[in-house]
């Protein structure tokens, strides 16, 4: 397992890198014929590139542990606040208690119920009932939620990667509504109190503003895997939907996934392997 | 013509004096939700859109309704509803300030409004619904304003006004259609995944926005030497007897498609709001007493006996406001989000701070409506004086 996603992994930064090797000179021959000086967008080196980003998670390898793990991994790398963390009086003080209600998340566990609630099944296999299925954004391809922004805040990447731009988001929650898979959390409050260790390679938000996971772009960029995927021993690939040829695409062949709420229409692009 | 508003009674400042006060104590609140966030009201993850968007969506339905004295007079020629065609713009006018407020202090981020126009995003529903809203505003003010101007003068309204007055009546529709689309179009909110949720909306908005402008009608008899006139208030509470059977019934189109279907994603959502759901029942005895209300209101208005009785006509209208307003305010809104996608139940209450920012816009709303009608009815008084 671990052999072939290191290959694919070397696959994918070899073609990156033929791409690389081809940016510069396009961007040179067309800011040449305009001869204006345009910002030229191209991708850093190294970084890891789809047309279409999707992740298979394995259902059977997934344990609490490795669970929590990923959770833990992903929401302190982005910021995410921790309702049941103790603030810092000195630095916070008079700080309101908290309405869990009000929570952010960005990747949890759910009971197969909850994940699948259109799959409910009075005879479902009893190993499904306490296994632990993790949900996310499914950085749809119709994404309902990119629709109904009314500022384009919430927006879709060329790669099928739905990102936010938290400073554009007027926090309206019409997104909220429109997820059909409580993706989405809004930042009721200023998160800030309940972030244990700032980490400074990923900003944190304000009040006011809608936050989900946003598959870390910021490590793709980068050449590296997203946090859920390195914590997840192996439980989690991400990679090309489109490439036939990719890691991913080979798991979607060689096993038997679905995918949450399918009915819908707004295509997922996360993958359960049963 | 505005110096009207300032020569006034006694209980006419008591009253500005009283709104003053509520949106002061609404003022100081939203001052601590706009530092704090949103963070004081009952809202949730779960429950991303609460009090303000349900009063939101109510008063949009007060706005449109008022288009049901528009039509009979400037399609009909109907006389009878000359007088009260000014009050029903102006109802339009102060619902639709009610109704931009309550999107404004519905924001995380108020200050960032202006990027929905900043970034115009046409997929985006709310971007229509910032147009109709804003557009039918503008519609009912410079109409209004331009023709008790006439009226005061004693000339005919400038011509303009008439091919305004025919544009709002699609606006009137629009307002309440897109607000609806913006709920009846997303895939996984099987409560508002309906056809009939526009047709349910507008329904309920020409019986509530009517049955508002009768009682409006007793209190400017009663407050003001201008009679609106009983003739106009009983076609206009024939209206609201028709507009409200027709609520009535699509509920029941509504709740026989999801119990006979027997969809679970579509039935869980009027399951909770009638019954419960898995032993939450917290908008159970709202839900029975709102149908109870419009039921009751739709009984009293067919039967003529009880349709004519004058100290029964303005509490009926009470029934059927106060009806309409629970099932949209509380259970419209609600019912969409519980069960959440995921079918947890998370339930939904407005806290103490939400309620008074909540009175407090709509004491807004009542300021300018009152400034407005007094204008209107001293007008005419002048006028037939």
């Not at chain 1, 916070?92 to 908290?98: K, L, Q």
């Not at chain 1, 870390?216 to 021993?233: F, N």
């Not at chain 2, 897109?178 to 526009?198: E, H, K, M, Q």
């Given at each position: ?16 890198a ?47 542990e ?45 009971g ?22 993790l ?45 059909p ?54 439980a ?39 | 013509?505005?110096?009207i ?14 709104l ?47 288009v ?46 202006l990027?929905?126009?900043l ?27 331009k ?10 309204p ?19 259609t ?21 047709p ?42 028709y ?14 498609v ?11 959502h ?26 009751t ?18 509490v ?5 406001v ?41 004491a ?6 009152t ?7 001293q ?7």
């Open positions: 397992m671990m052999k072939k996603s290191k290959r694919s992994f070397l696959k994918v930064a070899g073609i990156a033929i791409g690389l090797g081809a940016f510069p000179a396009i961007h040179f021959a067309s800011s040449d014929s305009h001869g204006t000086a345009h910002a030229v967008k191209s991708p850093n080196e190294g970084a890891l590139l789809a047309h279409r980003w999707g992740m298979v998670i394995d259902t059977n390898k997934i344990t609490d490795v669970a929590e793990n990923i959770v833990t991994a992903c929401h302190k790398a982005h910021n995410v606040p921790d309702f049941n963390f103790e603030v810092d009086e000195e630095k916070y003080p008079n700080t309101r208690p908290v309405n869990h209600k009000q929570e952010v998340k960005w990747i949890w566990e759910e197969f119920h909850y994940a699948f609630p259109d799959k409910e099944d009075e005879f479902l296999a009893e190993r499904f009932h306490d296994l632990p299925f949900v996310t954004c499914n950085h749809c391809k119709n994404a309902p939620c990119v629709k109904a922004c009314p500022t384009g805040a919430t927006f879709k990447r060329e790669d099928g990667i739905v990102l936010m731009d938290f400073h554009r988001c007027i926090g309206c929650r019409f997104c909220m509504a429109a997820c898979y409580g993706s989405r959390s809004f930042n009721f409050r200023d998160p800030r109190p309940f972030i244990e260790e700032t980490d400074l390679k990923f900003p944190t938000r304000s009040k006011g503003v809608v936050e989900k996971c946003n598959l870390c772009a910021e490590r793709l960029t980068k050449g590296e895997q997203p946090h859920c995927v390195e914590a997840s021993e192996g989690i690939v991400v990679g090309d939907l489109e490439d036939p040829e990719s890691e991913i695409r080979v798991l979607l062949n060689e096993h038997y996934t679905i995918r949450r709420k399918q009915s819908l229409g707004t295509e997922p692009s996360v993958y359960y392997i049963m | 013509m505005l110096e508003a300032i020569k006034g009674s006694k209980n006419y400042w008591l009253w500005i004096v009283f003053l006060a509520v949106i002061g104590a609404g003022a100081i609140v939203y001052i601590d939700q706009f530092t704090n966030g949103l963070m004081i009201t009952g809202m949730s993850r779960d429950v991303s859109w609460g009090f303000y968007i349900a009063n939101f969506t109510y008063l949009v339905g007060v706005a449109a309704g008022g049901m004295v528009v039509i009979p007079f400037y399609l009909h020629d109907y006389e009878k509803f000359h007088r009260i065609t000014i009050l029903g713009e102006f109802l339009a006018v102060g619902a639709l300030i009610m109704c931009l407020l309550f999107i404004v202090v519905d924001l995380g981020q108020p200050i960032r409004m990027n929905v126009l970034y115009p995003s046409p997929k985006s529903i709310l971007f229509y619904d910032m147009l109709v809203l804003n557009g039918y505003l503008f519609l009912n003010i410079v109409v209004g304003w023709v008790l101007e006439a009226e005061r003068n004693q000339v005919e400038v011509w303009w006004t008439k091919p305004l007055v025919y544009l709002s009546i699609p606006f009137a529709i629009g307002i309440h897109v607000t609806a689309y913006l709920y009846c179009g997303l895939p996984g909110r099987g409560f508002w995944l309906t056809a009939i949720l526009a349910r909306f507008l329904a309920s908005a020409f019986a509530a926005g009517p049955a508002f402008l009768i009682i409006l009608c007793y209190i400017i008899k009663k407050f003001t030497k201008f009679d609106p006139g009983w003739d106009a208030m009983q076609t206009l509470s024939k209206i609201v007897c507009a409200i059977i027709a609520n009535l019934f699509f509920f029941l189109c509504e709740v026989f999801v119990y006979y279907s027997n969809i679970p994603g579509h039935k869980a009027i399951q909770y709001l009638l019954f419960g759901y898995h032993g939450y029942t917290q908008l159970v005895p709202w839900m029975w007493t709102s149908l109870t209300l419009m039921g209101g739709a009984v009293f208005l067919l039967i003529p006996q009880l349709r004519n009785n004058k100290t029964l006509l303005p009926t209208c009470a029934m059927i106060i009806g309409a307003w629970i099932d949209k305010g509380l259970g419209m809104i609600s019912g969409g989000f519980v069960p959440s996608p995921l079918h947890h139940v998370t339930e939904y209450a407005p806290t103490g701070p939400e309620i008074t920012i909540t009175l407090a816009v709509y807004t709303g009542f300021l300018v409506l400034i407005l009608y007094k204008l209107a009815t007008v005419k008084e002048e006028v037939r004086g």
